[in-house]
Structure formats: C-alpha cells, structure tokens
C-alpha cells in the first residue's frame, strides 16, 4: 500500500510539473531555432540593401522616385559617391533614416534595361569612428516599358482593325477580330488592355450601333510597388501569380441596344468610363454616362453637353455644357437633384488636353466675344491656381494640343488660313484660301512658339507625343483620296532633340531643312515610302541620352530630326503609356 501511494504521489508531482516542462522546452527549441536561422543568415554587422523598390521591376514615367532601405543607419556620402545607375538616369537623393529615396528630374527612356549596382558604402557609426565597415555588394535590374503603340490599320487584313505595333520586338500583332471595325479606343495605364469602339458587321451593325469592348494586349504590367501603401502579407505574396492572358481575348462592356454610344474616355487610373449616349427611341434623353467594374452603368445626372475629358484625379469630368466647360464631381452620386458644377469655365469651349499632375490645361477660346478676333482661334494655357495665359492664337483652327511628360513643352497641331494654290480643274474665286496645317512646340516657361514642321493641305492629322517625351507619332490620310490605295495613311516617326539654350544650332538648322520632309515624301512613291524606315528602328537612344545629360540646363523647343514613316498604313497612331 505504501508503494503504491509513493508511486501515486509521485505521478502527481510528475503531472503538475509537466505543463511547465513542455513550456520550457518549446522556449529552448524555439530560440535554437532562431540562433540557427541568425548564423545562417551571416554576420549582421555587416551593412547591406534590405529592400530596392524597382528590382525586377517594370516602370513607367508615372514611376518618378524609387526607395533603397539598408540593413543599418548609413553614411550619406558614402553611399551617393558610390550608387551608380547604367544607363545614367538624372535624379535627386533624399534621406530617411534607413531608407533613401531617388527622384528622377527628367522621365526615363522607355524600351531600355538598367542596372544598378551599390558596390562600396560605410554605415554611419563606422564613419563616425572612422573605422572599417563591411557592406555587402548589390546590384539590381529593373526595366522601362516596352517602346509601343497602337493603330487602327486601313489596309489588307488590319483594314478596321486594331494593331499592336512593338518596336523592341519588331512584331505587330492584330489585337481584335474581323467583324469588329474599330473607331475608336483608348489604352488602360499598364498597356495590359484597350478599350475601344467597334461596330459587328457580323450582325448588319452600322457606325451608329457601336458598342464599347475591352482588348488584351498579351503583355504582362510589372509595376514597382507603391511605397505609400502597406505591403500584402507575407503569405499573399508567396501565393502563385497568375498567368497573364493572350493578346486579343476580348469582352463585350457596354451594348446599344437601348442607347447608342458616341464618344467615350478612359480615366487615368484605369477604374472609371465615361461615354456619350443616346436614347434610340427618344434623341432628346442623351448625355454622359458613368461605366465602372462590376456596377451598372448609370447616366450622370446634369445638365447636357457635349465634348469631355476625365481630369488626371480621376474624380471630376470637364464637360463642354454651353459657351463653357464644367467640371463635374464623378464621386458619390447626390441624393437630391443633379450634380452640380464644381467650378465652370465660361471662356473655353474646348480641352485639348491636362497635365499628368492636374495643374494646368491646354483650352481653346474661340473668341466670339471679341469682334476684332471673331474669326480666329486662341490657345490658353489655364492653371489650377486660377492663371489663364494665351498661348497662341490662328487664323485656322487649333486641332490638337499636348503636354509632354516633363510639363515643360506643349505640342500643337494649328492651320493657318493661306492662298489657295491655283486649280485649273476646278473653279475657284482669285481671294480662296485653305488651311494650312503645321506642327508648333510651345516652351511653357516663356511662351516661345516654335515651328516644327509645315504639313500637307487636304489631310485628316493625329498626334500623339511618346510617354518618355523622345518622338512624336503623326498619322496623315488625304481624305479626298481614300479611295486610292497609293494614298493610305501614313504613320510618321519624329524623333525630338531639345537644345540647350545657346548651344549648339546644328540640329536646329537641320530641322528647319527638314520642314518640309512628309509633305514631299507623300507625294513619292509606295515603294520609296517603305524603303525610308524600319519600324522597330531606335535610331532616337543618342537623343535621349542627349536628353539626360542636359537637363539641368535651360532647354528650348525640341527639333526634330530626321522624321521617318512606317512601311503600313493606319490611322489614330497612339503609344502606350
């Protein structure tokens, strides 16, 4: 009995102990582990990259700062003499305790690969001792996006038809089907999609039943992360990506069978639609509606109007409503009555296009309360802290305007009124005039207006300006010859040098030589056109290193230099952003 109660008693003793045993030893096991996981990790007195923001990454001129965070407190001097960046990209450094932060001052070249390396840098506190540090060697890559942009073609089986032309690859890729005849479309941010414009000939429909798609592109977005925001857990980020869909797979967003759709656009960010509709039993319902994902598309309840653009916020619509032009709020709808102007701008009956941060427009006035400049046209350059600037101002009309990424130049496509050429086959008056189209760059900064090229007479003309601001793409097609398959539209490549302020005049003389280069070439033969360019030619690379290595001198309207047309046809040339 006695032995029994020992081993009783002992047993207890042995199970009151136990939780404490099993605590210790998952203590012990677990700080094991973690001095194992330490000594394999190495020595963390030594300093080393943490984390680089664009590594792998593919980025884009909305991409202008790129963050480091090191392992330890760093010596600044140290690691800005020895960060080195292939190709050079022109920046500015800031600090942040650990983390430093590259502002790039001009936008990077797109369709190029580039390396950076961080090979000797001291930590601060070996600095401060004036001792050795040790610091791990890094180097990374990251990319700029791919030098594209699409078109409609207008001829053999890209006739109506929506193109991807790479010029890294030098491929093009016809992204939509043939019973699709495209009209109109605009890229989403990443290049990743298009929305467009199209009538189904399949089903008899006409240019008035156009009904609004989504394309893909086949290329696969790599942005860098934003560093504002929280990164996704650990175990998200572990999860398998998923594979990026081939080009052409394309998705039906907004049918006529009720309404037919006119103009639409696309906002910044990619998330919102605006389009222009019309009620098929009633032409009197008709005004702006509101597409976006996964929600009906509603109409937005204001008053009408015409021509519209979404703002770079992506939050507000400026709409042509009258003798002016509304900004409209695209938030949250009203509970009462219909939205509101935000602010209206009375003398401006046209926005030709915002700068990417929302400071400025390019508006047009069409001076009808002026009777000395009735019959002309003025450019205006409008700030958001309320400044309105006049620009420029023609006898014709004002076709087209942009901004360039560095918000340092605006590109216009004007006509001036000029004397007819004289036409023995038609009767004309001795005082006939015609507008003369020409391609102007005007320095924001001074409000210098330069001429670029002198363009052909009797031409349907589209501009659209690179997004790293290195060329201009021109479409030109003669209207009254579209019948003539000789007279296809052509798509210009204009590579752009900008001057340093008394420098050297070379490139400017030579663009002077060269105004007249597309009007001259359209007159020559099929054949010559397609033996002038390549269409994956990246003769602009010196231009923009050019570029790069002036910027920090004052700069003048860019030249062009030596324009160059692509051997296919199409119409409404647009880079991907």
């Known amino acids: 009995m006695a032995r029994r109660r020992s081993r009783r008693s002992r047993s207890s003793r042995l199970a009151r102990v136990q939780p404490l045993d099993r605590l210790a030893l998952a203590v012990m096991t677990g700080l094991a582990l973690v001095m194992g996981l330490l000594i394999l990790s190495g020595d963390h007195a030594t300093a080393r990259v943490r984390d680089f923001t664009w590594q792998d990454r593919q980025v884009g001129t909305e991409d202008r700062a790129f963050l480091i965070t090191f392992s330890r407190p760093m010596d600044v001097a140290s690691v800005e003499k020895n960060l080195a960046l292939d190709p050079p990209l022109p920046g500015k450094v800031s600090w942040a305790g650990r983390r430093m932060a590259y502002t790039l001052t001009d936008p990077l070249p797109y369709g190029e690969s580039f390396t950076l390396s961080l090979d000797e840098a001291r930590d601060r506190y070996a600095a401060r001792r004036d001792r050795p540090?040790?610091?791990?060697?890094?180097?990374?890559?990251?990319?700029?996006?791919?030098?594209?942009?699409?078109?409609?073609?207008?001829?053999?089986?890209?006739?109506?038809?929506l193109v991807l032309a790479d010029l890294g690859r030098q491929e093009r890729t016809i992204l939509t089907p043939k019973n699709l005849s495209v009209l109109a479309f605009k890229p989403y941010p990443l290049g990743d999609k298009v929305l467009f414009s199209a009538s189904d000939s399949s089903q008899g429909g006409s240019l008035l039943n156009q009904q609004i798609y989504t394309v893909t592109t086949g290329i696969t977005p790599r942005p860098p992360v934003d560093f504002m925001d929280e990164r996704p857990p650990l175990w998200r980020r572990l999860l398998p990506q998923k594979a990026s869909p081939e080009s052409g797979e394309t998705t039906l967003v907004l049918d006529s069978r009720n309404y037919q759709n006119l103009k639409f656009d696309l906002s910044p960010d990619g998330q919102t639609i605006v389009v222009q509709r019309v009620n098929q039993q009633d032409p009197a319902d008709f005004g702006p509606w509101l597409v976006r994902a996964g929600e009906p598309p509603t109409p937005i309840e204001t008053e009408p109007g015409g021509d519209f653009l979404i703002?770079?916020?992506?939050?507000?619509?400026?709409?042509?409503?009258?003798?002016?032009?509304?900004?409209?709020?695209?938030?949250?709808?009203?509970?009462?009555?219909?939205?509101?102007?935000?602010?209206?701008?009375?003398?401006?009956?046209?926005?030709?296009?915002?700068?990417?941060?929302?400071?400025?427009?390019?508006?047009?006035?069409?001076?009808?309360?002026?009777?000395?400049?009735?019959?002309?046209?003025?450019?205006?350059?409008?700030?958001?802290?309320?400044?309105?600037?006049?620009?420029?101002?023609?006898?014709?009309?004002?076709?087209?305007?942009?901004?360039?990424?560095?918000?340092?130049?605006?590109?216009?496509?004007?006509?001036?009124?000029?004397?007819a050429p004289p036409d023995s086959d038609t009767l004309q008056t001795a005082d006939a005039y015609v507008e003369q189209p020409l391609l102007l760059a005007i320095t924001l900064a001074d409000g210098e207006v330069s001429p670029l090229l002198r363009l052909p007479l009797l031409q349907t003309i589209h501009m659209s300006v690179a997004p790293d601001g290195r060329s201009l793409l021109l479409d030109l097609a003669d209207q009254a010859a579209a019948a003539d398959p000789i007279q296809n539209p052509k798509i210009w490549h204009l590579?752009?040098?900008?001057?340093?302020?008394?420098?050297?005049?070379?490139?400017?003389?030579?663009?002077?030589?060269?105004?007249?280069?597309?009007?001259?070439?359209?007159?020559?033969?099929?054949?010559?056109?397609?033996?002038?360019?390549?269409?994956a030619d990246t003769s602009d690379g010196d231009a923009a290193d050019t570029v790069a290595q002036e910027s920090e001198e004052p700069i003048t309207a860019p030249t062009v230099v030596d324009p160059e047309t692509f051997p296919f046809s199409g119409i409404q040339a647009t880079w991907l952003p």
């Open 133 to 161: 540090s040790r610091f791990e060697p890094f180097q990374a890559q990251f990319q700029s996006r791919r030098r594209a942009f699409l078109y409609i073609g207008a001829e053999g089986d890209e006739a109506n038809r």
């Open 311 to 419: 703002a770079p916020d992506s939050q507000s619509l400026l709409l042509l409503q009258g003798q002016g032009t509304a900004i409209i709020d695209l938030g949250e709808e009203p509970t009462r009555g219909p939205r509101q102007p935000l602010d209206f701008l009375p003398n401006y009956g046209r926005v030709l296009d915002l700068a990417a941060d929302g400071s400025a427009a390019a508006m047009v006035n069409f001076n009808q309360d002026d009777p000395d400049k009735r019959f002309t046209e003025s450019l205006f350059l409008v700030t958001n802290q309320g400044r309105e600037e006049e620009l420029l101002q023609v006898s014709g009309a004002i076709l087209e305007a942009q901004f360039d990424p560095a918000r340092q130049v605006l590109y216009v496509l004007a006509s001036e009124l000029v004397d």
């Open 495 to 535: 590579p752009l040098v900008s001057q340093p302020a008394g420098g050297d005049t070379a490139n400017r003389d030579s663009s002077d030589a060269l105004t007249n280069t597309p009007n001259d070439a359209s007159d020559s033969s099929q054949d010559d056109n397609a033996a002038v360019a390549d269409p």
